[in-house]
Nanobody, 125 residues
Framework: VQLVESGGGLVQPGGSLRLSCTVS????????FCWFRQAPGKEREAVAD????????NYADSVKGRFTISRDNAKNTVYLEMNSLQPEDTGVYYC???????????????????WGQGTEVTVSS
């Protein structure tokens, strides 16, 4: 199993980025995915998830209305579209996956057994 994130970079406040998580070794349709981020000196936090094959994503309050998680089964890729970025969105963003996660473990780091290496996002003028 391999998860590879890409799409991070430096963006000005108010700008947008789209992160990609290319997946191999997992059936995308039935796998749960979550994007986490970790800012310098802070704990890792979940920002958005897709539970199994459902179409009801869940978002952290801090990103609701600005971030969108989606998946493209044909491309084996999960995306995180980020708009209206602010300096507090700065951090390393990680893609995580699980084929066995239960509902109560959604958006909790311990629920995901597969992780990517992360991609860095810096929001600064």
């Amino acid at each position: 199993v391999q998860l590879v994130e890409s799409g991070g970079g430096l963006v000005q406040p108010g700008g947008s980025l789209r992160l990609s998580c290319t997946v191999s070794g997992l059936p995308l349709r039935s796998t749960s995915f979550c994007w986490f981020r970790q800012a310098p000196g802070k704990e890792r936090e979940a920002v958005a998830d897709l539970f199994r094959s459902g179409y009801n994503p869940n978002y952290a309050d801090s990103v609701k209305g600005r971030f969108t998680i989606s998946r493209d089964n044909a491309k084996n890729t999960v995306y995180l579209e980020m708009n209206s970025l602010q300096p507090e969105d700065t951090g390393v963003y990680y893609c995580a996956a699980s084929g066995t996660i239960i509902w109560s473990m959604r958006m909790k780091a311990g629920g995901y057994g597969y992780w990517g290496q992360g991609t860095e996002v810096t929001v600064s003028s």
